[in-house]
């Protein structure tokens, strides 16, 4: 008899518990980010204001973007692997990437008279292509899923060359 | 002194029960809590209100984490971003609210549930009042809440009744001011009913609900006779096998499986209004935004309030105030005003039987007529019932001195 | 047995309490207005056959405050100007002939104001005869669109009164995507519109007597019925309101109520589709609870 009883409560017990996972998925989904959320994640940038050697800072998903236009001294310093970091948009070189050291977090300042990026928290530098020259930050600035548009860079949305530089290796996904 | 075997494994049942001492909890709070045999549904009713306190507070963890208590974006907040972009928002709204109507009516069915058998007497006192001050918690939490939305309703209810501690005729305007931290219903009252909500009273309510538990172990629940017997008695005879002979039941596993099973019908019928019927706790009048320039044609309270605001209209202002305060604590007395000493239903009650069905057909007469524009024959009717409740405990006393001892 | 007669007694009362504190009541305080169910039955029927191609010709005039776009026809003026000029924006016409009941719309060309039921409209009567606004109505019934989006719906028949928050729209165009400056936070483009707003609700207040109410959630806020009969004869529901008859037929309004659905009740299917599930769960508990509760009692009686 107490075998059918524990049988019954226990049959019971499961059956709530498959009620409380479905619960709990309601649950995480209420944690998602909102819709609206997400879709801000899309900003547009017009490169053709940008002027060699001069950081512009911009805003995407609330992290800072560099946005570093290239001259011809800067191209000619760099190594031919770092100018696969570079976007070409209408003829002009143009380092863009989340200005956030991968060390840490920290925002980096860049130093016009050197051509490079001084990282103020623990020292980590990066060159004008924005890859690391000095440790401890692990690899050069993430560069962000970008897709090219006439002279304007749309943020968050991915094009062909972001595609090509995922699977070189040349920056890991934001 | 307390024994420790070195040998237990950590956590095992041994080693959790010398630091815990979880076998004596589950007996005392469980296995061996024992409860009469003679009992019916109702009796569950403390464990509904229970289960629906806890599906409001986690519901309500889901809307506080989205909710703005700002006077600007508190309405979207629910209606926009809750809706229609959390992910089940529209879920925790519809369970939060149609939970916050419904508890008050198992409310209702629990307390008429204790004065229909007597359970506020020899001993149970404590219990009576305790539940009550639950009643008054929940009605200040569900106030609060109401407020939330920022909706009409929320605005002008807010006006109303905070414009009760004027006073009347003693114009304590500036206690009213006081209470809203402003001259109107705005964003200082918005935030500081937002603290009252969120943490304030659920703390008070579950202090309550520990103190309610407490009051209600010594004296043991009531049954179905009122009967007073021996719980120590009828206990050992469960123990010895002798259940058919016993008066009473384990609460784990003999009571609670019955709890669960009312508990089930009961969420049949809570997920049936939440999903398909809920109006009825979403008032249209609190989907306009609150503007405090323009009163609605009809403003009301919710229907769990609508008996005690009835008591209030149909009089003149200082009168009704004064009708108003006495019916919010006149329940409080019903263990000091009921004379007679017979614990037992009130069908056996001579008397008390008519008293007690007058009662509840004049407390819905009432919650009728304090939804309709106070106008005509209204009006009369709310003033007939209004007195007649007024009537009936002043009866009170004399019909249960005058009552046979049973 | 005696716990079904207890269930029973408390099942009533609160079917009694339920019926009192809403049916009942909210009978009480909304009197029953029947409509007329879009058929217009107060305007004459319309005797003469409208000709599509004189109503072209005809409906090069409307150029002069509305826009056709349907046919590449701009407005004259932008909606913040229009407002300036009239109070209100004037509509977009490509809709009209398939949403406008066809009868309202030809004796609506001959007086606005008093087939819309509103003193102060805007538009002059714009037909000399009823056969020229026959031909205009059937020209506009030619140009309409197939297909309509129920957010076009609504733009057309309510959008340059009532705004629509929780579908990004105002009475001058939904609200654009903009940016701020990155060294001040200060978002002109916002700005810039949030004025333009203003300058039109302002006006639009002052041609009203009160800015019109934002739908966005209207449709939990007023009964299917009432809506309905409102925008039937807003006379009817709201007596000397500013709001004008906008004429719309029965499968206008559909379209119309589908957007106020979309913005004011997004959760609807969600609901119906979970609801099943949850109360199947709890049927399917409450079976296996009761098992348990016999399982337990059996030896207790």
Known sequence: MSNRRDFMGMALGGFTALGGIAALYAMKRSWDPLPSVKAAGFTTIDLKPAQENVLVVEKWRGKPIFILKQSKEMMAKMKEEDKKRLIEVDGGHYAVCVGLCTHLGCIPGYRPETNDFLCACHGGMYDSSANVTKAPPPRGLDIPPFKIDGTKLVLGETGPEYEKMLADGTTLKV | ?406 | MKELKIFGIVVVFTLVLYWGVEPFAHSQMHKHIEGDGFKYSDLKAVTVKGDAKKGEALASACIGCHSINVKSMPAPMDPVASAQAYGVNPPDLSLAGSMLDEKFLVHFLLNPAEVTKSKHFAMPPSASSEQDAADIAAYLKSIAPKEVKPKEAYEFACGRCHANRYGHWTQIGDVPKTKSNIKTGVDLGALEFKKNLGVYQNKLADYMGKLPPDLSIMVRARSEHFLETLVDDPQSQLPGTAMPRVGLNEEGYEKVVAYLDETGDPSAPKRKAVGPWVLGFFLIFTVLAYLWKKSEWKDLH
């Open chain 2, 1 to 406: 002194m307390a024994h420790f075997d070195e040998n237990a494994k950590p956590f095992s049942h041994k080693w959790l029960d010398e630091r815990l001492a979880i076998d004596t909890l589950n007996r005392v709070l469980s296995t061996e809590y024992w409860i009469p045999k003679n009992i019916n549904f109702l009796w569950a009713m403390g464990m509904v209100l229970a289960a629906t306190f806890g599906i409001l507070l986690v519901s309500g963890i889901f809307l506080l984490m989205y909710y703005q208590p700002n006077t600007s974006m508190a309405f979207d907040s629910v209606n926009y971003t809750i809706m229609s972009e959390v992910g089940y928002g529209w879920l925790w709204r519809h369970v939060h609210g149609v939970g916050a109507s419904v508890v008050f009516l198992i409310i209702y069915i629990h307390m008429f549930t204790g004065i229909y058998y007597g359970s506020y007497k020899r001993g149970r006192e404590l219990i009576w009042l305790s539940g009550m001050l639950l009643f008054v918690l929940f009605s200040a939490e569900a106030f609060s809440g109401y407020m939330l939305p920022w909706g009409q309703m929320s605005y002008w209810a807010g006006m109303v009744i905070t414009n009760l501690f004027s006073g009347g005729s003693l114009h304590a305007d500036g206690l009213v001011e006081w209470i809203r931290g402003d001259y109107v219903p705005s964003q200082a009252f918005l935030n500081r009913f937002f603290m009252l909500h969120v943490l304030l009273l659920p703390l008070a309510i579950i202090g309550g609900i520990v103190l309610h538990f407490g009051t209600l172990r010594l004296p043991h629940v009531n049954n179905q006779d009122g009967e007073e017997f021996d719980f120590e008695e009828a206990a050992e005879l469960y123990k010895a096998g002798k259940k058919k002979e016993s008066k009473v039941i384990p609460f784990k596993p003999v009571f609670l499986s019955k709890d669960v099973f009312v508990m089930g019908i009961y969420f049949i019928i809570f997920f049936y209004l939440v999903f398909y019927h809920f109006e009825f706790a979403m008032d249209p009048v609190n989907f306009d935004p609150a503007d405090g320039l323009k009163t609605p044609t009809h403003i009301y309270p919710e229907w769990y309030f609508l008996w005690s605001y009835e008591i209030l209209r149909p009089f003149s202002t200082n009168v009704g105030l004064i009708a108003f305060a006495i019916a919010q604590v006149i329940f409080f007395t019903l263990p000091f005003m009921d004379r007679s000493p017979n614990v037992a239903p009130a069908s056996r009650r001579g008397l008390f039987k008519y008293w007690f069905w007058a009662l509840l057909v004049d407390m819905i007469i009432l919650t009728f007529m304090g939804k309709l524009p106070p106008e005509g024959i209204w009006s009369t009717v709310g003033l007939v019932a209004a007195l007649t409740f007024m009537a009936l405990w002043i009866l009170l006393p004399i019909i249960t001195k005058n009552e046979k001892k049973l």
